[in-house]
């Protein structure tokens, strides 16, 4: 079989089976066909079967080579990792290349926050707009912040999700895996405004456009981006940020770690121990700042 046609295979089951996100498909995607355009153009190799872990490793070297950092490096390894495991359990390869693949080291990057105070500005200062289109915004960018739940979990929120008599939400996640969150009293009188206000549409999605149709993930993203250059200079401005923001505002705030995991919908708790490191940054600016000798 080759390359190509293993792949599309894979994509399916991933889509059909998994039900992985858009997105995340179009990464495994990328990564395998990027693999597969460099053995062509490079060896001639089409076939599956003769890909080996020379191949690969050579083509790891050509990436690190035009600078790609280790990070999106080790991130294509993993989308290999999880393709081989898939073209084992159909028989169409006999030898696993990647268990003799190493990843390359990558420094360990904390995760990009806006700070409490920012945060403020924005919900209280920042001039969203009195119509419904200002409403929106001021509540998408509300429930990044309150919920800490992922950008496709926004987009797909439907307004049967949201129960304000309970004060909670529900999000489907990663894996089709549905979680609760609390809403604060600020959310829920956004809620409240923005579907009293809500035009009529054939919609179940929450949250439209300006033309009354489901929001595109490019549109909530270059939403953010926008609001956020008003209060930060921070290099990277997305939902993502916010999600980060929310998890290290809870954790300084005193929140259990395993509430956090269960909050972001996370999978396992080493994702989430991951913001404890910008507590202990934070704890090393105040000693700094405060102590005689420091």
């Known amino acids: ?8 295979r894979f994509l399916e089951y991933l889509q059909f089976e998994k039900r992985f996100s858009s997105h995340t498909l179009v990464a495994y995607q990328n990564d395998i066909e990027q693999l597969s355009v460099y053995l062509n153009s490079m060896y001639q190799i ?37 393709f081989y495991k898939f073209l084992l359990r159909q028989k169409w390869v006999h030898e696993n290349p990647m268990l003799k693949i190493q990843s390359p080291k990558t420094s360990k990057r904390l995760p990009v926050f806006v700070e409490k105070e920012k945060m403020d500005v924005l919900l209280d200062h920042v001039a969203f707009g009195a119509d419904q289109k200002g ?10 912040y309150s919920t800490g739940m ?13 129960d304000l008599y309970a004060n909670q939400l529900k999000v489907l996640g990663k894996r089709n895996k549905e979680r609760l ?7 829920k009188k956004l809620l409240q405004q923005y579907v009293k206000e809500r035009p009529a549409t054939e ?38 940020v ?21 909050l972001l919908g996370h999978a396992n708790l080493s994702a989430t121990q991951v913001y404890t490191h ?5 704890l090393k600016n105040v000693h700094k700042q405060a102590h005689p000798k420091a």
């Open 1 to 8: 079989m080759t390359i190509d046609s293993c792949r599309d």
């Open 242 to 262: 916010l999600r980060h923001t929310f998890a290290t505002h809870m954790l300084n705030n005193g929140a259990d770690l395993n509430a956090i995991k269960e």
């Open 46 to 82: 089409t076939s599956i079967e003769e890909v080996n872990h020379t191949l690969i490793r050579s083509w790891i070297v050509d990436m690190m080579d035009q600078g790609i950092s280790p990070r999106s490096v080790n991130r294509k390894i993993t989308s290999l990792k999880t």
């Open 150 to 162: 992922r950008l496709s979990e926004l987009i797909q929120l439907k307004e049967k999700d949201v």
């Open 135 to 144: 409403l929106r915004d001021k509540l998408i960018i509300e429930l990044f």
């Open 278 to 282: 910008n507590t202990v940054e934070k």
């Open 181 to 187: 969150i609390p809403i604060t009293n600020e959310l």
């Open 203 to 240: 919609e179940e999605v929450l949250l439209l456009s300006d033309k009354g149709k489901k929001i595109s993930e490019k549109f909530v993203y270059n939403l953010v981006k926008a609001y956020l250059s008003q209060v930060t200079t921070i290099d990277k401005k997305s939902p993502h």
